[in-house]
């Protein structure tokens, strides 16, 4: 069993910071990309941001300069450290996880269950 569980989600105003967390956890060999999704209502799931196990982070131009995406191996999370929030922002943000649970098998995508992060005020 895998499990990718986050934290850190909330209600911001405009301007604020947030900072959400996800630790994998269960039967891992290794963790290949990490990376955080947005769901917003009525919207399609979309990239935010990932990072490789080597630590190169991409990010959704409408995120740049704003969102910083980074992780630690020996603990297998990944943190996404949002600045200057917009109500655009505003979205249920969704951990993904490329994990092999074992040394000969590919990796396989996992999720988390989400966090809502509100921006409003």
């Known amino acids: 069993q895998v499990q990718l569980v986050e934290s850190g989600g909330g209600l911001v105003q405009p301007g604020g910071s947030l900072r959400l967390s996800c630790a994998a956890s269960g039967n891992i060999f290794g963790i290949d990309a990490m990376g955080w999704y947005r769901q917003a209502p009525g919207k399609e799931r979309e990239l935010v941001a990932t990072i490789s196990s080597g630590g190169s982070a991409s990010y959704a131009d409408s995120v740049k300069g704003r969102f910083a995406i980074s992780r630690d191996n020996a603990k297998n999370t990944v943190v996404l450290q949002m600045n200057s929030l917009k109500p655009e922002d505003t979205a249920v943000y969704y951990c993904?996880?490329?994990?092999?649970?074992?040394?000969?098998?590919?990796?396989?995508?996992?999720w988390g269950q989400g966090t809502q992060v509100t921006v409003s005020g």
């Open positions: 993904n996880a490329d994990i092999r649970r074992y040394r000969w098998s590919f990796s396989s995508s996992y």
